[in-house]
């Protein structure tokens, strides 16, 4: 975990004043797993802050780096992990929603490229009314973030917020 | 915990299985067993190329975007533990159900990203549901409209088996590295 590199992005859902109803989503720690040598598919996960008044019901997501980028989600039936497609991640008015493996993810089905470790990863999420929030992720190699050796080195917080894209 | 239950009760089917099974089967009723292709395209029995030794055996797939890379990574460093705290190392499996896509190549390079000693295996359709069956496992492609961009529902953690390849332990997803070393401890007893 010592060397969680920690992206730290702004979304600026201001885009030039083009909606009257301006929402407000910040992703921290948004980060995209490496590509595993053989695999070609991979996630990314981030913690969404709505900093705004009303809900964000995120709709969709685009990426050059995958054919197929989806917003996903786990359902634990009774130790039977089945992934599947969400019609709808809400993030509800002055709330945080966290996408983390084996949970909420931003599913990247057949990558274009391999992820390289330091590398980044341009997202793109959507909301109901259109409204796209670009959230850049660092690209990670996972084996450092099981929490197993979090033990050691504790996943260290971060507080860049403040960057504009 | 829903969880944990789930793998108990199918864990005491199979034995009831077995006791009734018993009767005709000189082998121990709750013994499990796999017979795949290993990497190198070999057929891999576990009761033979793994006799008298404990191991853990996950199931997933490749192209599984989070869980088997989530799961594989943390049972890595588990083990690693493991082995640097009692001086055993563990045999580690893991079981491909997802034979159309991995090829022996892929999961090779797959497993080694994890760990080096991973054994990857995988089977032909009838191999798989018997070793799913032996292991009280499930799985179950799904989203095949899309040709190869299938997904594959399955059993989630890792499962421990002692030197007599009886069931002895579960590690969920996520577990705490103590209740998971516990669980390996149960291996070797
Ligand atoms: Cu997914």
Redesign the interface.
């Given at each position: 975990m010592k060397q969680l590199i920690s992206a730290c992005l702004l979304v600026c859902a201001n885009l030039a004043g083009a909606y009257a109803s301006a929402q407000t989503l910040e992703a921290t720690d948004a980060i995209a797993?490496a590509s595993?040598?053989?695999?070609?598919?991979?996630?990314a996960f981030m913690t969404l802050s709505n900093t705004s008044a009303s809900d964000i019901s995120l709709v969709s997501v685009k990426s050059d780096v995958a054919k197929?980028p989806e917003l996903?989600g786990?359902i634990?039936?009774?130790?039977?992990?089945?992934?599947r497609q969400r019609e709808s991640i809400v993030i509800p008015a002055g709330g945080q929603v966290v996408l983390k493996?084996?949970g909420l993810?931003v599913?990247?089905?057949?990558l274009t490229d391999r992820l390289m470790p330091g590398g980044q990863v341009q997202l793109t999420l959507i909301d109901e009314a259109g409204q796209e929030y670009p959230v850049t992720a660092e690209v990670v190699d996972?084996?450092q973030?099981?929490?197993?050796?979090s033990?050691q080195g504790a996943m260290k917080g971060h507080n860049m917020k403040g960057h504009n894209h | 915990m829903k969880r944990a239950l789930v793998w108990a009760l199918s864990g005491l089917m199979a034995v009831a299985l077995g006791f009734w099974g018993s009767q005709w089967l000189p082998s121990p009723h709750n013994q499990r067993q796999l017979v795949l292709t290993d990497m190198d395209g070999q057929v891999f029995d576990s009761l033979e190329r793994l006799k008298g030794e404990p191991y853990v055996v996950t199931f997933g797939y490749t192209y599984c975007p989070d869980v088997c890379p989530t799961t594989l990574a943390y049972l890595a460093q588990v083990l690693d533990v493991y082995e640097t705290q009692s001086g055993t190392k563990l045999e580690a499996l893991f079981v491909s159900v997802d034979p159309e896509r991995d090829t022996p190549d892929r999961l090779a390079q797959y497993v080694a990203y994890f760990d080096a000693d991973m054994t990857a295996l995988t089977g032909s359709a009838e191999q798989l549901k018997q070793a799913a069956q032996s292991f009280s496992v499930y799985f179950q492609k799904v989203d095949g409209t899309r040709g190869d961009d299938y997904l594959v529902d399955h059993s989630a953690g890792v499962l421990v088996l002692n030197g007599a390849h009886q069931l002895v332990g579960v590690i969920r997803d996520n577990a705490p590295l103590d209740d998971a070393l516990a669980e390996l401890a149960k291996a070797s007893p």
């Open positions: 797993r595993i040598p053989g695999a070609p598919n991979s996630a197929r996903h786990h634990n039936d009774n130790g039977v992990m089945r992934m493996p084996g993810h599913m990247l089905l057949g996972m084996r973030h099981t929490g197993v050796s033990k | -």
